[in-house]
């Protein structure tokens, strides 16, 4: 099988990866310092079950790939406008384009039920130009559970004993090119990658700790174990949480997180959340898909947010005054 993965940072460099040590033929869309060092040396991978090298054709160009059987996007949500003017050379007629992203995903209302029936969120895909170069029919949903970083050009450690990718459809069908995929990742060693019936159930799970983390670490510029020592801040995060638990049963969606054991989970953790990361280093910010949109969603579904809309309005303060997010529009 014949996989690009478009944007080989921390994430997709850990996923082409385990899709090389599995048995596919993986190329890599990336830039700057991090395609230079994967062409000059290679990708390095430090993880769970050791240290892994490969060699990996890369390039910033897709047109030198050619058509794929699966393309993995796994850049962060800002860019998708531009991998969708980009992505073309990687399409044949059969193409998968799988995104492992955080956040509501572009494709999440397309085939919504309940009161998400009819509705629309123009600001996940400015231009409608996601849906005109990919459309829903090649789409496979992602989300990702693994804590990774690149250390330096090339190298990338992904902290903890695991690392998991659930993959779904969708419209909810298991088909035969998601159980290749998953195959694949199982044999490169990925620790789970489980094949859901209900991908749109797995986003709001992640976003239990996306949409709580993310903004308060963003306002206090520490990591998950140093922000949640503070009692109030983590009731606030206690409050968040059940806030997006209640955005996701007025969808239909039930979720069993216990918010007090969550953080007493990530509580130990001295993991900042990507969102942070990117804030520290100047990168453009994931805020309407992580943030603003599960609020638009809330919305929607005449769900009362107050604590989430305190805290993300915040954050979002901070990402517009350093330059890092502008809205859409």
Partial sequence: MKVCVFGAGAIGGHLAMRLAKGGAEVSVVARGTQLAAIRARGLTVRAYDGEHHARLAASEDPAEFGPQDVVVVTTKSPALPQVARAIGPLLGPETAVVFALNGIPWWYLDGAGGVLKGQHMPELDPGGVLHGAIGIGRTIGGVVYSSCTVVEPGMISVEGKGSRLILGEPDGRVTPRIEALAGLLRAGGLTEVPVTTEIRKEVWAKLMGNISYGPLCILTRRNLRE?????AIAAAAERMIREAQTIAAALGITLDTDPVQQLAGVGRSAHKPSILQDLELGRQMEVESILL?????????????????????????????????????
């Fill in 227 to 231: 922000t949640y020592a503070d009692p």
């Fill in 293 to 329: 949109a599960p609020l638009r969603i809330a919305r929607m579904a005449g769900v009362a947010t107050p604590t989430l809309d305190l805290v993300v309005a915040l954050a979002r303060s901070v990402a517009e005054g350093a330059g890092l997010y502008t809205p859409a529009g």
